[in-house]
């Protein structure tokens, strides 16, 4: 049995600890907003946060997570970057099927975590590891400088 | 691939739907479906659902996959019905011909069909149940409804100050008769369309809410992962399964005659089982087939007699004289790489089957489970879901088909899933095509026209009554009835389906191919006879008023003409009127030394007609545009030894933020019938980037993607 910090909860996972932290949270835990896109760290719909980080889920066995903090895209409202970026999200209305969205979420977040007033530049290198096939990234760029304004 | 039964789309006229252009406005005669509700509900039609506690439902007859398409058709019923937006409820529609697409005849999401094919059911439907409410409400106060109007989810009757809530009326109004043709809101009278609402779907796709289909979880959900042998057509020869079955959590293993799963405990003790698996498979005919043979085998084909698809004055006599040029274009195979991996989750009890599934054909999904399971279809329930994705790849039930096969194998619920490599390589693709163009200009104008289009039919297994007399009405969409009007035209097709490959709607279908060749060759052209490209092009559209302004605004916004920042930069223009709107757009490009290219910006502006939700027109042109750049710049599928050789985002390349240019879209109003947005960006963006590049270093692109080691080295024009 491994414990798992998610979201502020701790919750016993049955499962191997070389299982990715992507089928333990959706599978087991079943907290599904976290998604599979590639399974080899190439889109970013994965994307949680350990410790503050944003880190591809699909690529971190739950054994090696320990004790850290992870936050998923059910509890990110509940920061106050969190909450900014959903926000901008919908005032922008970014989102087109949003099966990427978590992903570009939690990316966004941790970048604002880190960087306030981050520059074009920061933004495209935070955020070219998180593929939307719906093309939304026009607006992503405005709404995570929407979001830093707010 | 099996034929759909010509029985559900017997209705479908085939002159009409040759009339209207696979994609333009057709509807069939249209009856509002019965009410099927009972109680005290008022269910005038299929879609429109009010209760007591005055709760109103919307039905959605067409799939949300982030075309915002739920809160553009709530909002056209909602509008009519005078319904309080705010507190609307939307249901996904289950399978039921009342729900069929009116273009298709077929329980159908795609084709940027949606509001061109719903504007005007949905408003009848609205404003007739709005009509039956009203009637109910005066019928209560005794006074003539045509002194009451209706306003947020209220009958009011201003001269007495009286007002009452829908659902205080409801089950009156479920016993009055409907309002057969219901007087309709003019534009000026509308509330909700034509301004920019709030997108119904979106809220819960920021908080990891939205349900897709890989999220089911019905309990006690088992997890397979599947795989097909990596040769189209191949068979399982020999498994051995011992390694697998020694991982703790492996469940079971299913080897049908084409594929094989692992049922696991988790999604990953399946993946894990599947990568311990030793599969021979027998690859059967198709082991031999490559690319080159594909591209030769279409060459070949494409010089054989054509079926006429469309014929106007005399193409020989306008050749006898003038200048004569001509093009050949080709278009790859490619995959749908839907962000959403395909999967489909099923529980199977020998005599009924639970399904759920995002898919763009519900009622194919449950016909066909039914059939794999044999089944009475009424035994077969499907669960429809938000989609991450379809561009066509779900308007086929072949993965539900499979997992249904898989799941009669498995004790209870289990989801079965493709990896992303199996996606990518079990697709239907869209088909190679080579496209034969030649042209004659005299006095500075085309006089004559050829167009001969070679490629897969991908209707005449989808929507066979659409082929005939060897013409399929999609591959030459776009083409039979090109923009410019030329006064000699003749278009061919000739069909020609690859070895082994399967092929398969993609966004932007016939138009893509049609577009990029029309819109390349026409800017060759008019390169040749030294006009300005803008220019040449405007000359031929006095009888395309809507395009011509089109072009002139794109031309206009995006700067046509001026001096770009870099002397590798160049700037191209294309123009379409292709799903029932007209687009053009200007693009500027960079190539550098080493042939690699940067798009920096584009510049659109659209006449779509009405506009219901104007900024998902923006957003889905946007996105459009984008996916279009994906297929010019990236989008190859290969095939050696009889497998696909792309697996991953790795090598079926995706643009990313960072190479994604500046795009402005500018809307033309208009009041003519709406038009369809989901593919207009797709389709303009590739010939628009080739015509920059063409621009930026004198090489003309034949062939996509683009070929970067042509670029190379090149001076700029
Ligand atoms: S699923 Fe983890 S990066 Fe794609
Ligand atoms: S919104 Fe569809 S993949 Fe990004």
């Not at chain 2, 016939?510 to 405007?538: Q, W, Y």
């Not at chain 2, 985002?649 to 960072?658: S, T």
Request: with cysteine; proline share 5%; glycine share 10%.
């Amino acid at each position: 049995m491994i414990t798992l910090h998610v979201n502020g909860q701790p919750h016993d996972v049955d499962a191997s600890p070389d299982t990715p932290l992507l089928w333990a949270l959706r599978d087991v835990l079943g907290m599904t907003g976290t998604k599979f896109g590639c399974g080899i760290a190439q889109c970013g719909a994965c994307t949680v946060h350990v410790d503050g980080q944003a880190v591809r889920s699909c690529q971190l066995s739950i054994g090696s997570v320990g004790d850290q903090a992870i936050t998923t895209i059910e509890g990110i409202g509940s920061s106050d970057v969190g909450a900014k970026v959903q926000k901008a999200w919908l005032d922008l209305e970014v989102i087109q099927c949003g099966y990427c969205q978590s992903g570009q979420i939690m990316s966004a977040a941790a970048l604002l975590a880190h960087k306030p007033h981050p520059t074009d530049e920061d933004i495209d290198a935070a955020m070219a590891g998180n593929i939307c096939r719906c093309g939304t990234y026009v607006r992503i760029r405005e709404a995570i400088k929407k979001a830093t304004a707010a | 691939m099996e034929k759909i039964a010509t029985s559900e789309i017997s209705k479908l006229s085939r002159r009409a739907l040759l009339q209207a252009g696979a994609a333009g406005i057709l509807l069939l005669s249209f009856r509002l479906p019965q009410a099927r509700a009972a109680g005290d509900t008022f269910a005038p039609n299929a879609f429109i659902r009010v209760g007591n506690d005055d709760v109103v439902t919307l039905v959605m007859p067409q799939v949300e996959m982030g075309q915002g398409i739920y809160t553009a058709l709530a909002m056209i019923l909602a509008d009519e019905l005078d319904a309080n937006f705010d507190k609307v409820v939307l249901q996904h529609a289950p399978p039921d011909k009342a729900y069929n697409n009116p273009i298709f005849g077929v329980q159908a999401t795609g084709g940027s069909t949606s509001v061109r094919a719903f504007w005007d059911p949905l408003r009848k439907a609205g404003a007739s149940a709005r009509g039956m409410l009203v009637e109910a409400a005066a019928q209560q106060w005794s006074v003539d409804p045509s002194t009451c109007r209706a306003s947020n989810s209220e009958v009011i009757h201003d001269a007495s100050g009286r007002k009452v809530g829908y659902g205080a009326v409801a089950s009156l109004a479920a016993t009055l008769k409907p309002v057969s043709d219901p007087k309709l809101k003019t534009l000026k009278d509308f509330t909700l369309v034509g301004r920019p609402v709030q997108r119904k779907d979106t809220p819960d796709k920021t908080n990891g809410k939205c349900q897709y289909g890989i999220d089911a979880m019905p309990a006690g959900v088992k997890f397979a992962v599947i795989a097909e042998c990596p040769v189209f057509g191949g068979k399982v020869g020999h498994v051995d399964d011992a390694k697998a079955k020694a991982i703790k959590g492996v469940q079971q293993i299913v080897v049908l005659d084409d594929c094989v799963a692992v049922v696991g405990d988790t999604t990953w003790t399946a993946i894990r089982g599947l990568s311990a698996l030793d599969i021979t498979w027998n690859e059967g005919a198709n082991a031999n087939v490559d690319s080159a043979q594909i591209w030769e085998a279409l060459r070949t084909a494409s010089k054989g007699p054509g079926a006429v698809a469309k014929k106007v004055g005399d193409v020989d006599a306008a050749f006898a004289g003038g200048t004569h040029y001509e093009g050949v274009y080709e278009l790859p195979f490619l995959a749908h790489a839907t962000m959403e991996p395909l999967n489909c989750t099923l529980h199977y009890t020998k005599d009924a089957c639970e399904v759920w599934t995002g898919t763009q054909v519900i009622g194919r999904v449950q016909e066909y489970v039914a059939k794999a399971l044999d089944l009475p279809i009424e035994k077969v329930t499907v669960h429809n879901f938000y989609i991450g994705g379809g561009f066509g790849r779900r308007l086929e039930q072949d993965m539900a088909i499979k997992a249904a096969r898989i799941a009669k194998e498995v004790d209870g619920p289990v989801k079965v899933m493709w990896r992303r490599e199996e996606d990518t390589q079990h697709d239907v693709y869209r088909p190679v095509y080579h496209n034969a163009v030649s042209a004659s200009v005299k006095d500075g104008k085309i006089v004559g026209w050829t167009h001969r289009i070679t490629g897969s039919s991908v209707i005449v297994r989808w929507l066979p009554p659409a082929f005939k007399d060897g013409v399929d009405i999609d591959a030459v969409d776009g083409a039979a009835d090109q923009p410019y009007g030329f006064p000699n035209l003749k278009v061919e097709y000739i069909r020609a389906e690859p070895p082994a490959v399967p092929t398969g709607f993609w966004r932007g279908v016939g138009p893509n191919n049609n577009f990029f060749t029309i819109e390349s060759f026409i800017d060759e052209i008019a390169h040749r006879e030294k006009v300005d490209p803008v220019a040449f092009r405007l000359r031929h559209l006095d009888g395309n008023p809507r395009l011509k302004a089109a072009i002139q605004l794109a031309a206009e916004k995006g700067n046509w003409g001026s001096t770009l920042s870099s002397p590798r930069m160049g700037r191209g223009i294309s123009a379409q009127n292709a799903f029932g709107s007209f687009i053009a757009t200007v693009c500027e490009a960079e190539v550098d030394e080493s042939g690699e290219v940067r798009v920096h910006r584009l510049v659109a502006a659209v006449d779509t007609g009405i506009m219901v939700n104007p900024d998902t027109i923006v957003a889905q042109l946007e996105g459009g545009l984008i996916f279009g750049l994906t297929a010019a710049l990236f989008g190859e599928i290969t095939i050696e030894n009889g497998r696909v050789q792309q697996s991953n985002f790795n090598d079926y390349r995706i643009l990313r933020i960072d190479e994604a240019p500046k795009i402005e879209v500018h809307l033309i109003p208009s009041t003519e019938h709406p038009g369809g947005i989901g593919e207009t960006g797709t389709t303009a963006a590739p010939p628009a980037l080739c015509n920059a590049l063409f621009a930026a270093t004198g090489v003309r692109l034949t062939r996509l993607p683009i070929d970067r080691n042509a670029l190379a080295g090149r001076k700029p024009a």
